[in-house]
């Protein structure tokens, strides 16, 4: 203020304006502003769900990722001192539209997944048996991510999700070895499943 700077908007001083002013004593000024600004950015699309009731439950598919638009946004910008402290959106105006994206979702009724429980020891069971590389089929008789046989898959319901272990989805395929491993151990997998027993 002794500069001739006024305080403005929300400022404060230290100590307070109606303190008396003594020979070296420290005012320290803060200069508090608010302002608004407007910047174009992208507008995301929105996801238009389909259920498919075809479709096993652990199952999406993007149809159309739709196109992205452009918005002019507008934001209250505080500045403490010059330094950019928080911006919030007030209001925006679509410049261009975007087109809705459209995502085809399972709804096949007795094809619910169970949440995965230990994620990361089936998928290092899988990196050992098949490199990580849930959609394997080698023509070997074993098939998926843990390979399963044929027998041991439908023995379990795999079928339920696909007619083989390589046809299903990673979380397919840990619901079926979770209730494979709870009545067999982990000797399933003799030489993988080492790891995890």
Known sequence: AATGAPLQQRDTV??????PVVEGMAIR??????EKITERVPLAPTARRIEDPAMNMSRRVVEDPGVPGVQDVTFAV???????TGRLPVANTVVVAARDSVVRVGAKPGTEVPPVTNGPIWDAIASCESGNNWAINTGNGYYGGL???QNTWERHGGLRYAGRADLATREEQIAIASVTQARQGWGAWPVCG???S
């Open 194 to 196: 080492r790891a995890a």
């Open 29 to 34: 000024v803060t200069r508090v502003r608010i």
């Open 14 to 19: 230290d100590p307070p304006a109606s303190a």
């Open 147 to 149: 390979q399963f046989d």
């Open 78 to 84: 505080a500045r403490v001192n010059g330094v950019e």
